[in-house]
């Protein structure tokens, strides 16, 4: 079952339509200058157009392609978005691809990325390496282990000898985050309920009023000690965590060693489950007075947080939600709204290069799951 069923239910996207037209066209050597909202690393400019789609507020992008030659920005993905979802500008620009977010389209959203990349490099996010023959092992290895999202194979004519053949598994988030979780007066938030049962569901096990100070590995936002544990749990590497109810974070730790626990007020601890899907009721749980402030793909008046709820869960979409009610406070959002919302969980390498004599992908498990339905 594995580590990737914790936030199945979350996970359960297939395909999206909205009002706008779908436009699948890719223009090739044409920019789209402007408005930028943030970059990624993509290797080809049909991984950026998915990244684009899954990023909440991309309507268009540009890619710098690998023979583009007059900066360092090749495999750069700039994620782009404007009031009326169209591009400002066009402009020829030889080494570019742009194009269009698919969410107006029947789109996959756990794509299937079987092409692997000659001579680059998905440089970071290692948390294992072994030997293998060929790359074609490597990605093999790399499918089987539900930690690995995407791999770097160094090959037999590497200019380093004694690290040729060495296969890199690397790890980016499958599971949707919430970038922020604030208290705020008025708001209510949750997630999308849709759920699937597992034959081998665990309970899991948390420490309330109890750190487990030092061997962080990273902290992120977290809406309840369940919410962290179910992050742990997907993580490649995480052993332990704490979660601090004040400031909801989420302390993600990694000590195989050892594990030494401290007394202390408004923070549990707890351990991942690794080898069953963890209860997911958490999912259903519905937080008053706390807001998801980012990530919104949408939004529309709704009468209530249930039927902002419902909202959520019926689109495929949405991964999480926040409602504002009429004791809201903050002028910039409107009072009894639905805000639907959701982050990226397709493989994302954090750096995409040029280097000679390696191979890149991805796990193939999206291909295998699609094949045999």
């Known amino acids: 079952m594995g580590t990737h069923l914790i936030l199945v239910g979350l996970l359960s996207i297939c395909s999206l339509s909205f009002g706008q037209d779908c436009n699948q066209q890719l223009l090739e050597n044409v920019d789209f200058p402007g408005n930028d909202v943030t970059s990624l690393f993509s290797p080809d400019v049909e991984h950026c157009q998915q990244l684009c789609t899954q990023y ?3 309507d268009f992008f540009t890619f710098f392609r690998a023979d583009w030659n007059k900066d360092d920005r090749n495999f750069l993905c700039l994620i782009k978005a404007a009031t009326n979802g169209q591009p400002t500008a066009q402009a020829p620009l030889q080494g570019v691809t742009s194009g269009f977010s698919l969410k107006p389209c029947s789109q996959d959203l756990e794509p299937c990325l079987s092409r692997v990349y000659q001579n680059v ?3 970071g996010a290692d948390y294992r390496a072994l030997f293998t023959a060929d790359s074609e ?7 089987q282990d539900p ?5 770097t194979f160094i090959n037999e004519a590497f200019r380093i000898a004694d690290i040729r053949n060495k ?3 690397k790890f980016s988030w499958p599971v949707p985050r919430t970038p922020s979780v604030v208290k705020k007066t008025g708001a209510t938030s949750g997630f999308s309920q849709i759920t699937e049962i597992s034959e081998s569901v665990c309970q899991g096990k948390l420490f309330p009023n109890t750190d487990i100070p030092g061997n962080d590995v990273e902290n992120i936002p977290a809406a309840s000690p369940e919410h962290c544990q179910a992050l742990c749990s997907a993580h490649s590497v995480c052993t332990y965590f704490s979660f601090n109810s004040n400031d909801f974070k989420c302390y993600m730790k990694n000590n195989n060693n050892n594990i030494v626990t401290k007394a202390k007020d408004g923070v549990t601890s707890g351990l991942p489950a690794r080898f069953c899907q963890l209860n997911n009721t958490w999912v259903k749980v519905v937080y008053e007075n706390v807001a998801f402030p980012t990530s919104v793909i949408r939004s529309e008046p709704m009468d209530d947080a249930d039927t902002c709820q419902r909202t959520c869960t019926q689109d495929p979409y949405c991964q999480f939600y926040s409602y504002t009610n009429d004791n809201f406070d903050d002028p910039k959002f409107p009072r009894r709204h639905c805000f639907l919302k959701r982050t990226i969980t397709m493989p994302a390498p954090p750096k995409v290069a040029k280097l000679a ?6 796990q193939l498990r999206n291909c295998n799951s699609k094949t045999t339905e």
């Open 56 to 58: 909440a507020s991309c």
């Open 167 to 169: 296969c890199h598994l």
């Open 121 to 123: 490099d998905f440089f």
């Open 147 to 151: 930690a690995c999202q995407f791999f």
């Open 357 to 362: 004599n390696v191979v890149s992908g991805f």
């Open 137 to 143: 092992e490597c990605q093999r290895a790399c499918t």
